[in-house]
């Protein structure tokens, strides 16, 4: 299906610096809406309910497994992490342009669902970076950033199944390169639809 608006999906190994990333976008685009994902994970010392997710129950989660509720879902790091198809259908159709900020696993089954969706992988400078970002953070305890370190390599493996990657070695930088990727696409998607409406216009006058 052909949406008016545009579906971004980033994903990253965990502490690589994708939601930063794209919190550093949101301040800048207003054209792009965050998609707001439902988890079974606690949440961490400052999110908030409906903020950075909705934080439910596996109870609650499992009832909108069964209720189709979900565009996707996976297990990532011991805890289950969804997207509604609230979150993005809605605001699609209308012509927002929407970025989902989820695992590999769901970027794939983002991508078999929407095709034009565009799939952007960040990877860090290092793994040696990878697990000073997430000590430094701060948020997760050791046994879980061990985990998390522990996933990331299956995580970096599908990297080929990606549209674009970003090495966010230099925060700016790797700012920069995700700008040029949503302006491209839209750029991208008014050409095609340029050139879509002057082939209608031509047939016609034939
Ligand atoms: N280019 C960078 N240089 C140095 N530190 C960075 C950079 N980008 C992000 N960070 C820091 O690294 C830490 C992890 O970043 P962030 O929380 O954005 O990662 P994430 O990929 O969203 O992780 P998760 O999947 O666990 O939510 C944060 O403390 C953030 O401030
Ligand atoms: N498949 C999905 N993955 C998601 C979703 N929302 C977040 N995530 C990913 O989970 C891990 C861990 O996130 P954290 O906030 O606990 O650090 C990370 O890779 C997220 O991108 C989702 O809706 N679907």
Redesign the pocket.
Known sequence: MDYPGNLFVV??P?GAG?SSLVKALLELDSRVQPSV???T?PPRGQEKHGREYYFVSTQEFDTMVLADAFV???H??G?R???SKKAIEERIAQGSDVIL???F??ALQIKRIFANAVLVFILPPSWEELRSRLERRGEDAPEVIELRLANAAKEMAQVGEFDFVIINELFERALFDLKAIVHAQRLKVSAQRRARADTFKALNII
Do not use: F, M
Request: proline share 0%.
């Open positions: 994903a990253a965990s994708k994902s439902h988890t994970r996707e879902w996976a990532v790091h805890q992490y969804g997207t900020e989820i695992d696993q769901g």
